[in-house]
């Protein structure tokens, strides 16, 4: 093993290594070579690319001088990641595991090259329930990808292979799909966090569809802060995807960093289904606990409605969506088909046009019945809910393939028919040993919040992830009444940075933060006293924050601002302030909590010109919004 490689590949201590310059992308590669070669023999992939591919992928990389890095900003330079092979690489078959559906692709998923332009290397293609049909993760030609814990029992599916890849450190994160919950399920039976991004956040361009209304490209990560350094270079509309979308402006996309006072959603009396596992019920009442004991409040909240959108999603004509989606394959070549995987589809037969119709009337009806969870003082925040009710083995599934399957999907199916976004994070070990995963369930656009939301959970009821013991990062310090209202940072010797722009994570200057080995602490808001300007002539472009009269004297009244609060040593302060040009400097800015930190400021002369964009609530949506028009 190459000593200055560390021992696990989370996405962020292995970017601090691959900045620092104690690491190269050539010595990543060569530990994720050792690592796939010492499994031998291993269903987790369909395709890899070439061992001489990869290395010359990672010498191109080593090639760039940290200049050029910076400029070109790759926030994800050297990490390895693998893709559910249901999505498009260029040079490698994208099989969706049906060996005669097989094809090779032209060009590259849109999500894919995202990546790739951030830096990422590509090391293969991974194995998954056959057309992303199934939460079991057995139903491929290819083979089984064992459960990292016990291959005894199910990885999970859709997305198996990919969660796998992770747990079992062969990567640093992975993409699957999740239409069901395959985002989600395989996260929790493998120990490992699993973004389900808001339908459309992520362009689905270049992913073979299984029901193209409500497809997500899911991201497997170790810990939530990896998952958001992932989704910060996805997260950009897409003009090749119809269906791709940026957050609305207004929109709640923050807030749940701080759990104190917040209302979560929980199952209560006969809505607490398990299937007589009583470990998965331990399991679920010790996450609720956990999260009360941080300071939230637990709501019971009638979970009928949403069960019964659950049931639409396969019991109702949602199901001729993944017939529709590879009607002409199936039409050719039925026999070809796994045979659960086609007993399903072909249930599309069943349903008329009429029927479609009132299923859709009937989920406009229940979405209005399930939105009043979220409204009014009585309303909840976020949601918690078991992952998945329970964890079968093989030899039960391969028994009762659908009926087991379809209780997997219990506390999954509704998500993406309600247009909710979801992270699915560890929630520690059972007695047996397996482990167990809670999920928590937001509106749309929310996903940043529950992503920080989603690192105290975990870090309340973990000590690692995987099955390769990846240390859980400790929770970021609480905001608050109670928190320092100095910029001091929480560690001796460390100062509290806001960032409002081009630093923000997954912005081209992050990595002047990340290249010092600084940390993010939490994403909030400042205090509504501010405006935020589009700098003209900047490069990269950059936004100018200036405070404005909170008592009300200033004509423009002032707005609050996202921003991230990152944690520096005061040495890497000191150099890091030396590299700020004018008119931007380095003031005290007031968060949200009335907490006060160091951060980014615009002399007031700068913003002749300067169009007042405070309207989209901070730069990255302001990013977006350009983006999605620019493109369109």
Same mark, same amino acid.
């Given at each position: 093993?190459?000593?200055?490689?560390?021992?696990?590949?989370?996405?962020?201590?292995?970017?601090?290594?691959?900045?620092?310059?104690?690491?190269?992308?050539?010595?990543?590669?060569?530990?994720?070579?050792?690592?796939?070669?010492?499994?031998?023999?291993?269903?987790?992939?369909?395709?890899?690319?070439?061992?001489?591919?990869?290395?010359?992928?990672?010498?191109?990389?080593?090639?760039?001088?940290?200049?050029?890095?910076?400029?070109?900003?790759?926030?994800?330079?050297?990490?390895?990641?693998?893709?559910?092979?249901?999505?498009?690489?260029?040079?490698?078959?994208?099989?969706?595991?049906?060996?005669?559906?097989?094809?090779?692709?032209?060009?590259?998923?849109?999500?894919?090259?995202?990546?790739?332009?951030?830096?990422?290397?590509?090391?293969?293609?991974? @194995?998954?329930?056959?057309?992303?049909?199934?939460?079991?993760?057995?139903?491929?030609?290819?083979?089984?990808?064992?459960?990292?814990?016990?291959?005894?029992?199910?990885?999970?599916?859709?997305?198996?292979?990919?969660?796998?890849?992770?747990?079992?450190?062969?990567?640093?994160?992975?993409?699957?799909?999740?239409?069901?919950?395959?985002?989600?399920?395989?996260?929790?039976?493998?120990?490992?966090?699993?973004?389900?991004?808001?339908?459309?956040?992520? =362009? @689905?361009?270049?992913?073979?569809?299984?029901?193209?209304?409500?497809?997500?490209?899911?991201?497997?990560?170790?810990?939530?802060?990896?998952?958001?350094?992932?989704?910060?270079?996805?997260?950009?509309?897409?003009?090749?995807?119809?269906?791709?979308?940026?957050?609305?402006?207004?929109?709640?996309?923050?807030?749940?960093?701080?759990?104190?006072?917040?209302?979560?959603?929980?199952?209560?009396? /006969?809505?607490?289904?398990?299937?007589?596992?009583?470990?998965?019920?331990?399991?679920?009442?010790?996450?609720?606990?956990?999260?009360?004991?941080?300071?939230?409040?637990?709501?019971?909240?009638?979970?009928?409605?949403?069960?019964?959108?659950?049931?639409?999603?396969?019991?109702?004509?949602?199901?001729?969506?993944?017939?529709?989606?590879?009607?002409?394959?199936?039409?050719?070549?039925?026999?070809?088909?796994?045979?659960?995987?086609?007993?399903?589809?072909?249930?599309?037969?069943?349903?008329?046009?009429?029927?479609?119709?009132?299923?859709?009337?009937?989920?406009?009806?229940?979405?209005?019945?399930?939105?009043?969870?979220?409204?009014?003082?009585?309303?909840?925040?976020?949601?918690?809910?078991?992952?998945?009710?329970?964890?079968?083995?093989?030899?039960?599934?391969?028994?009762?393939?659908?009926?087991? @399957?379809?209780?997997?999907?219990?506390?999954?199916?509704?998500?993406?028919?309600?247009?909710? /976004?979801?992270?699915?994070?560890?929630?520690?070990?059972?007695?047996?040993?397996?482990?167990?995963?809670?999920?928590?369930?937001?509106?749309?656009?929310?996903?940043?919040?529950?992503?920080?939301?989603?690192?105290?959970?975990?870090?309340?009821?973990?000590?690692?992830?995987?099955?390769?013991?990846?240390?859980?990062?400790?929770?970021?310090?609480?905001?608050?009444?109670?928190?320092?209202?100095?910029?001091?940072?929480?560690?001796?010797?460390?100062?509290?940075?806001?960032?409002?722009?081009?630093?923000? =994570?997954?912005?081209?200057?992050?990595?002047?933060?990340?290249?010092?080995?600084?940390?993010?602490?939490?994403?909030?808001?400042?205090?509504?006293?501010?405006?935020?300007?589009?700098?003209?002539?900047?490069?990269?472009?950059?936004?100018?924050?200036?405070?404005?009269?909170?008592?009300?004297?200033?004509?423009?009244?002032?707005?609050?601002?996202?921003?991230?609060?990152?944690?520096?040593?005061?040495?890497?302060?000191? /150099?890091?302030?030396?590299?700020?040009?004018?008119?931007?400097?380095?003031?005290?800015?007031?968060?949200?909590?009335?907490?006060?930190?160091?951060?980014?400021?615009?002399?007031?002369?700068?913003?002749?010109?300067?169009?007042?964009?405070?309207?989209?609530?901070?730069?990255?949506?302001?990013?977006?919004?350009?983006?999605?028009?620019?493109?369109?």
């Amino acid at each position: 093993m190459t000593p200055a490689v560390p021992p696990v590949l989370d996405v962020l201590d292995l970017r601090a290594a691959l900045a620092s310059g104690a690491v190269s992308a050539s010595d990543v590669v060569e530990q994720v070579l050792r690592r796939i070669r010492a499994r031998g023999d291993d269903p987790t992939w369909i395709t890899r690319e070439t061992d001489a591919a990869l290395r010359a992928r990672a010498a191109e990389l080593d090639r760039m001088p940290p200049a050029a890095r910076a400029a070109g900003g790759l926030p994800l330079f050297g990490i390895p990641f693998a893709v559910k092979d249901n999505i498009d690489v260029e040079g490698l078959p994208t099989t969706a595991a049906c060996k005669a559906f097989a094809y090779r692709p032209g060009t590259t998923a849109t999500a894919v090259q995202r990546l790739l332009d951030a830096g990422a290397i590509h090391v293969g293609k991974t @194995n998954l329930d056959q057309f992303a049909t199934g939460l079991v993760g057995v139903r491929s030609p290819y083979g089984v990808p064992a459960n990292t814990f016990d291959a005894d029992y199910v990885p999970g599916g859709s997305s198996s292979g990919s969660a796998v890849s992770v747990a079992a450190g062969l990567v640093s994160f992975a993409l699957g799909t999740d239409t069901a919950g395959s985002g989600r399920v395989p996260a929790a039976f493998n120990n490992i966090v699993g973004l389900k991004p808001t339908r459309g956040l992520v =362009s @689905n361009h270049g992913v073979v569809p299984a029901c193209r209304s409500l497809d997500c490209v899911a991201v497997f990560a170790h810990n939530c802060p990896d998952a958001q350094a992932v989704l910060d270079v996805l997260a950009t509309p897409d003009p090749l995807d119809p269906w791709s979308r940026g957050a609305p402006v207004g929109a709640a996309t923050t807030g749940l960093a701080d759990p104190r006072g917040l209302r979560f959603g929980v199952l209560d009396g /006969a809505d607490l289904e398990f299937f007589g596992d009583a470990q998965a019920a331990a399991a679920y009442a010790r996450a609720v606990g956990a999260l009360a004991d941080m300071g939230a409040v637990p709501v019971p909240f009638a979970y009928a409605p949403f069960a019964e959108v659950a049931a639409l999603l396969y019991s109702g004509p949602w199901v001729a969506e993944r017939y529709a989606a590879i009607r002409a394959f199936i039409e050719a070549q039925p026999e070809a088909l796994h045979p659960v995987t086609r007993q399903i589809t072909e249930g599309a037969r069943n349903f008329s046009a009429a029927d479609t119709f009132e299923a859709m009337y009937r989920l406009q009806e229940l979405r209005v019945a399930c939105g009043r969870v979220w409204q009014g003082p009585q309303g909840i925040d976020v949601m918690l809910l078991p992952t998945a009710p329970t964890l079968y083995r093989l030899s039960e599934v391969e028994a009762e393939p659908l009926l087991l @399957n379809t209780r997997l999907g219990r506390y999954t199916n509704f998500v993406n028919l309600l247009d909710l /976004a979801a992270v699915a994070v560890p929630a520690g070990l059972r007695g047996d040993g397996m482990p167990t995963g809670v999920t928590l369930i937001g509106e749309a656009f929310r996903d940043r919040a529950l992503l920080a939301l989603g690192a105290r959970v975990q870090s309340a009821l973990n000590t690692t992830s995987g099955a390769c013991g990846v240390p859980v990062p400790p929770a970021p310090a609480k905001t608050g009444a109670a928190a320092p209202v100095a910029a001091a940072g929480s560690v001796p010797g460390t100062v509290r940075l806001a960032v409002v722009g081009a630093h923000l =994570s997954g912005m081209p200057l992050n990595v002047q933060l990340t290249s010092r080995s600084a940390r993010c602490l939490e994403a909030t808001t400042t205090a509504p006293s501010y405006r935020l300007h589009a700098l003209p002539g900047t490069v990269p472009p950059r936004p100018g924050l200036v405070r404005v009269d909170p008592a009300g004297s200033s004509p423009r009244q002032g707005a609050a601002i996202v921003v991230e609060v990152w944690e520096l040593t005061t040495e890497a302060f000191g /150099a890091f302030v030396a590299e700020v040009p004018p008119p931007l400097a380095i003031g005290t800015v007031t968060l949200a909590d009335g907490s006060t930190v160091k951060g980014f400021v615009c002399e007031p002369a700068a913003l002749e010109g300067a169009p007042d964009i405070s309207a989209f609530g901070g730069w990255r949506a302001y990013c977006e919004s350009l983006t999605g028009v620019h493109q369109r």
